[in-house]
Nanobody, 121 residues
Framework: QVQLVESGGGLVQAGGSLRLSCAAS????????MGWYRQTPGKLRDMVAL???????DYADSVKGRFTISRDNAKNTVYLQMNSLKPEDTAVYYC???????????????WGQGTQVTVSS
């Protein structure tokens, strides 16, 4: 039973900043990847930023240079620092984690409930 809970969304003006947090809880053997995705009405859920095995990161082209993903493995928490926000960043942001539940299991993807980010012009 794994749960991801996001927080930190809200309403900001263009050029402002927000910091999203996502904490994973439950019985887990390990977390391999954590990342952030976003979705707007009528659109597919798109990758924003990923924290990958070995400490690597990956970003969508639209957020490079503005967003930074970081991870606290001791707390099973991932963050997304969003700077220089634009109206087109408005979306529901979802946390994702790839989790191994025990030493014998395969990995599974889990999703948070989403947090709304709205950027006004």
């Amino acid at each position: 039973q794994v749960q991801l809970v996001e927080s930190g969304g809200g309403l900001v003006q263009a050029g402002g900043s927000l910091r999203l947090s996502c904490a994973a809880s439950g019985t887990m053997f390990s977390i391999t990847h954590m990342g952030w995705y976003r979705q707007t009405p009528g659109k597919l859920r798109d990758m924003v930023a990923l924290s990958i095995d070995g400490g690597n990161t990956d970003y969508a082209d639209s957020v490079k240079g503005r967003f930074t993903i970081s991870r606290d493995n001791a707390k099973n928490t991932v963050y997304l620092q969003m700077n220089s926000l634009k109206p087109e960043d408005t979306a529901v942001y979802y946390c994702n984690a790839r989790v191994r539940l025990n030493v014998l299991s395969r990995e599974y993807d889990y999703w948070g409930q989403g947090t709304q980010v709205t950027v006004s012009s």
